[in-house]
């Protein structure tokens, strides 16, 4: 998080409706705001004197009746600013996405009953994404807990599954500690820590007006000498080694490079280590799974030791069998989840390779990682193929939208994908420098999440270009979302895969052999409705126009919104169709004739074979 950034947010002026004095960081609790003054500290005057000592710059939410002790309270100190999104899902993405970019706590709130409720989903997101988000649940007057009172729920039960620390504040006495646990636990184990505090708790006096800031504390951690020659016996006797690397990679390129290049191993990489491992890379043989490509999936096959580092890649039959495997990995209950594990490595990445690397013996043989990377290098070739200009493409092809977007867009843009066909495309099209990131929601896979992630991006990074990649189904499920753009006044560039369909769900009912159904979207044409909002709206029907309307949104002082219609039925093949699959796109070719779908079948047979050419 860049302090100066978050300074020009307030100097700005953004908020729209904000007429607190701007405060620097630092304050501490009872300095004015505005023309008032505290007479009184609060629980609450408390919780955000420590949370703005703890380098928060923005809390995403919505108020209401128990919170309101709580934004009265920043609304009086003025130094962190109320992001004020439209739906509180939204808010839990938005913190997700903040944390995932500055590794540091992102916060959110909720009112109490059905106004923390709402955070849920967003709160699963951030935690299976093991980054630091501390949400605040208001909750009912504590004397009623328990009575069946007017928007009763339990937030420290329904919360429970979705973060890392979980407990409710039931006496002022208790707050600045559990406090300071929920961040500690929020930033020390990755996930999300939640105090559920009753309404009338944040307006009570605080007992003390101490503040004492929670940063998040970074280690290097090394497995011990036994461990890494263990290692180093596995890596040295095999003849083709190959590395899986995820998440896990950041901060450890070099050593990653430095690693590969001692091995002469090809680098696979799973979905979440894409914006960390992929790029500088003469190792890199591309992604592996569903949506990855042909030659991620072989280098591992043909590899005769396997070494992960840093990831915990979920689709096990894209594993290896019978090959030794490494794992490193800094939490070591990660290890051995997803295939059986020779020698595990408990540590960081960085400081591991850099303890192992003097106890490998470097290749000569170049024969495995020459045959995957020329792989790697003709599925490029095809991929790049299928992404060309055709300017009277109409619908779009959604690879060269994807491709364009790439090409146009900031060389350190933050760019946010929904879950569906979004994902595929960023996976092959979005590429990234070490500057430029790529959030999603990889781990949890919840729709919608591309619009509220870019929200938290904006809101954290003024300064950086934010684009969303969007299906229609999943912009369309939290759409208020485009109002936070322009009340909030959030730059975000919004463009839109609108293929009038739930298309991912489509390819897994044909993979399954199930005839499509339930997934049409008789969409609207979002170019107009972002125009009612008061936002830049474009929208694109023929590829040759979309270049332009690009520049423009890209170019625009303010949030703005292309939708592009693009082809519905871009099939992605996976690199290897089980039996099961294979078997499932025949009866789900059988099914469509016999239910009348033949139009369709046709359709999908073009774009299937345009894909098969690919692989
Ligand atoms: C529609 C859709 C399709 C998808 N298809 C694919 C696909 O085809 N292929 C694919 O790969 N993914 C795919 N995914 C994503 C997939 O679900 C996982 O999110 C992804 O594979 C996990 O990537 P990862 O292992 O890099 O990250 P994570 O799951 O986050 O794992 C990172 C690991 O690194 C460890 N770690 C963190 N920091 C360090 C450190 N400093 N040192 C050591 N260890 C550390 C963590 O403890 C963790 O175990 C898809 C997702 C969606 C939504
Ligand atoms: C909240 C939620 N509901 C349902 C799903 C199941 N699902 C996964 S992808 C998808 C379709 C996404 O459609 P769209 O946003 O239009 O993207 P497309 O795949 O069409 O490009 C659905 C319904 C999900 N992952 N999350
Ligand atoms: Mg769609």
Redesign the pocket.
């Known amino acids: 998080m860049h302090t100066s950034e978050q300074a020009r947010v307030f100097y700005w002026c953004r908020k729209p409706f904000c007429g607190a004095r701007v405060v620097p960081f630092g304050s501490a609790v009872g300095v004015t705001a505005g023309r008032e003054r505290l007479m009184t500290t609060t629980v609450a005057d408390v919780m955000v004197a420590t949370l703005k000592a703890s380098g928060v710059r923005q809390i995403y939410g919505i108020p209401g009746d128990s919170l309101n002790g709580f934004t009265d309270a920043l609304r009086r100190d003025g130094g962190i600013a109320w992001e004020h999104v439209r739906h509180e899902e939204a808010a839990g993405f938005a913190a997700a996405a903040e944390a995932a970019l500055t590794g540091e706590l992102a916060v959110c709130a909720g009112s109490c009953g059905p106004g923390n409720l709402h955070l849920i989903n967003g709160l699963f997101d951030a935690n299976r994404?093991?980054v630091p988000v501390l949400a605040i649940a208001a909750q009912i007057p504590a004397v009623e807990i328990g009575g069946g009172y007017f928007q009763e729920t339990h937030p420290q039960e329904l919360f429970r599954e979705c973060s890392v620390y979980c407990e409710m504040v039931s006496v002022p006495e208790q707050l600045p500690r559990l406090l300071q646990m929920a961040m500690r636990a929020a930033v020390q184990r990755g996930g999300v820590g939640v105090v559920v505090v009753p309404g009338e708790v944040f307006l009570a006096d605080a007992p003390s007006a101490k503040v004492t800031p929670v940063r998040t504390a970074y280690s290097m951690i090394r497995p011990d000498d036994s461990a890494l020659a263990a290692a180093a016996d596995v890596l040295n006797a095999a003849r083709a080694v190959t590395i899986l690397a995820?998440?896990?990679c950041?901060?450890?390129h070099d050593q990653l490079i430095a690693l590969a290049g001692a091995l002469q191993a090809p680098v696979v990489?799973?979905?979440?280590?894409k914006e960390f491992v992929e790029y500088d890379n003469p190792y890199d043989v591309g992604?592996?799974?569903?949506?990855?490509f042909s030659s991620g999936y072989r280098a591992m096959e043909h590899c005769d030791a396997l070494l992960m580092?840093?990831?915990?890649?979920?689709?096990r039959p894209f594993l290896p069998e019978r090959v030794p495997v490494v794992q490193?990995?800094?939490?070591g209950e990660?290890i051995g989840k997803r295939i059986p594990v020779q020698v595990p490595l408990v540590?960081?990445?960085?400081a591991t390779i850099d303890a192992l690397l003097p106890l490998i013996a470097a290749k000569a043989d170049t024969a495995h990682l020459d045959r995957m990377t020329a792989h790697y290098r003709r599925v490029r070739a095809r991929l790049d193929k299928l992404a060309r200009d055709r300017r009277n493409d109409s619908p779009l092809h959604p690879q060269y939208v994807a491709a364009t977007v790439d090409k146009l867009a900031a060389t350190d843009a933050v760019f946010t994908a929904d879950?569906?066909t979004p994902?595929i495309w960023a996976?092959r099209y979005v590429r990234m420098n070490g500057a430029r990131r790529l959030i999603?929601?990889?781990?949890h896979?919840s729709m919608a999440n591309a619009l509220p992630h870019a929200i938290g991006a904006q809101a954290s990074h003024p300064g950086r270009q934010v684009v969303a990649l969007c299906g229609d189904g999943g912009l369309a499920m939290l759409l208020g979302e485009l109002i936070t753009l322009r009340q909030m006044r959030l730059p975000v560039k919004v463009v839109v895969f609108d293929n009038g369909a739930l298309s991912?769900v489509e390819l897994e009912m044909k993979a399954a052999g199930i005839v499509t159904y339930g997934t049409d979207l008789d969409n609207p044409d979002f170019a107009g409705m972002a125009r009612a909002a008061g936002l830049f709206g474009a929208r694109v029907e023929k590829a040759g126009d979309l270049e332009d309307a690009l520049r423009e949104a890209f170019g625009h002082d303010g949030p703005a919104l292309v939708d592009v219609r693009t082809v519905r039925h871009e099939l992605s093949l996976p690199p290897k169709l089980t039996y099961g699959e294979i078997k499932g796109f025949t009866l789900y070719a059988t099914r469509t004739v016999l239910s009348g779908g033949g139009e369709e079948l046709v359709e999908l047979t073009k774009a299937n074979l345009r894909e098969l050419d690919v692989e």
């Not at 992604?287 to 990855?292: E, H, N, Q, R, Y």
């Not at 540590?347 to 960085?350: A, E």
């Not at 999603?440 to 781990?443: A, E, L, V």
């Open positions: 994404s093991r995820g998440a896990g950041a901060g450890a990489h799973a979905f979440r280590g992604m592996t799974g569903l949506i990855g580092l840093g990831t915990d890649f979920p689709y490193v990995d800094v939490r990660q540590g960081t990445v960085g879950v569906g994902c996976a999603g929601s990889f781990n896979g991912f």
